[in-house]
């Protein structure tokens, strides 16, 4: 039997009826009385009546998608927050094109007098720190640009990531060091040496024990950070650009200018595979929450989508200048990308699809680094500014 979305329920009051509605209660009237409640003035009536929509099926999903456009900032969230649980392939696009074509940049930040080389957002999404070419790493309010502490040094770090505590900043430097310092205070905790040459990146494990660095040399080296110990070296065969390490913490990743992506195993430091297939350096790699696809860009002006369990590529994008930086979004639905000074544009594309969202917007130089807050709602980019996106 159909079932009659305006059908009343138990407990519902029904327009038109003789019953007599309690003091302070809501007339309801099945998908009708969901509509003429969201249509009330009273924020608290419109709110219960989102909750009261996704009983109606396909119609009550509807009335929740519109609500993404109400005045009222809480009932769009609200709205958002409960599409986000219906796992309907149409609903989540949806929400892609809304959350992205809803993005504006809040604020810039300029904490640096010069090229920002890196930036990581705090797992606590309220913090950022960043390096730039003027020898600083900085730390600060994400949301209020307000600047914490600045730390100046002798040499130019290139790299920081956050620890999955929250406590510890780790920078790769120009000086051919690691640095790990307190994130509160930054304050030096301990300094690891053994590159040859500039550390270009650095990544630290999902259990905040083992940190990756890459260097100009062409080596990857996989430290025990608390120990001051290198475990191993690997090896590409010209500079290392970028490194990763896999959400379950199993695999590192390398990007190099030897036009190779390599997988290795963390615990043994084997090789698991070499992806092959840009032309010229790789700059930037990324791999999805549910560690199944990574995203590389390259100075060949191209982004590639590769099934890692295939050890295959799924799509590639061109794009109008060499790709600088990308960044998938937690969702796992989406990711982004930032290019180069003759382009100088962030593009937001469906992950699965490779079809572009959106322009988002651009840059007076190059998008040098890209990253999403772990809640997905704010984005930051730079270049020799900073700037932060999100939901107004």
Not at 235 to 247: M, N
Not at 249 to 277: A, P, Q
Not at 344 to 351: A, E, F, G, Y
Not at 368 to 379: I, K, R
């Amino acid at each position: 039997m159909t079932e009659n979305h305006n059908q009343p329920k138990e407990y519902d009051v029904v327009l038109g009826s003789q019953v007599q509605a309690a003091s302070g209660s809501v007339v309801l009237g099945g998908l009708e009385g969901v509509k003429k409640r969201l249509g009330n003035a009273v924020e608290a009536q419109r709110i219960a009546a989102l909750y009261e929509a996704v009983k109606y099926g396909e119609a009550g999903l509807n009335l929740v998608i519109q609500a993404l456009r109400d005045e009222s900032r809480k009932l769009r969230l609200i709205a958002y927050s409960i599409l986000q649980k219906i796992p309907d392939p149409i609903i989540q696009e949806t929400l892609q094109n809304y959350l992205y074509n809803s993005l504006e940049c809040l604020h810039i930040i300029n904490w640096h007098s010069s090229w920002v080389h890196s930036l990581a957002v705090s797992p606590d999404g309220r913090n950022l720190v960043t390096c730039g070419q003027d020898k600083t790493i900085a730390m600060g309010d994400l949301h209020r640009g307000k600047q914490i502490y600045r730390l100046v040094y002798p040499d130019t770090p290139m790299s920081v990531v956050i620890s999955p505590d929250g406590k510890k900043v780790i920078g790769g430097y120009h000086d051919n060091t690691v640095k790990v310092l307190d994130f509160q205070t930054g304050q030096e905790i301990c300094t690891l040496k053994g590159h040859s040459k500039w550390v270009t990146s650095v990544a630290i494990s999902p259990n905040g024990k083992i940190i990756v660095s890459g260097c100009g040399d062409g080596n990857v080296k996989v430290w025990d950070w608390e120990r001051g110990q290198v475990i191993y070296t690997l090896k590409h065969l010209d500079v290392v650009y970028c490194v990763a390490i896999s959400p379950d913490g199993k695999t590192v990743f390398s990007g190099s200018r030897d036009c190779t992506i390599k997988g290795w195993h963390l615990e043994t430091g084997k090789e698991i595979c070499t992806l092959k297939g840009h032309l010229v350096s790789i700059r930037s790699i990324a791999i999805s929450p549910d560690g199944q696809v990574l995203v590389s860009s390259s100075e060949d002006e191209t982004v590639k989508v590769w099934d890692l369990s295939a050890e295959k590529e799924i799509y590639t994008i061109k794009h109008p200048d060499w790709v600088s930086a990308i960044a998938i979004n937690p969702d796992g639905q989406t990711f982004v990308s930032g290019c180069g000074n003759r382009d100088k544009m962030i593009r937001v594309w469906n992950l699965q699809t490779g079809k572009e969202i959106l322009t988002l917007g651009e840059h007076t130089n190059t998008v040098g680094c890209l990253a999403f807050s772990p809640d997905g709602q704010t984005l930051v980019s730079s270049s020799s500014d900073i700037k932060v996106w999100g939901l107004r």
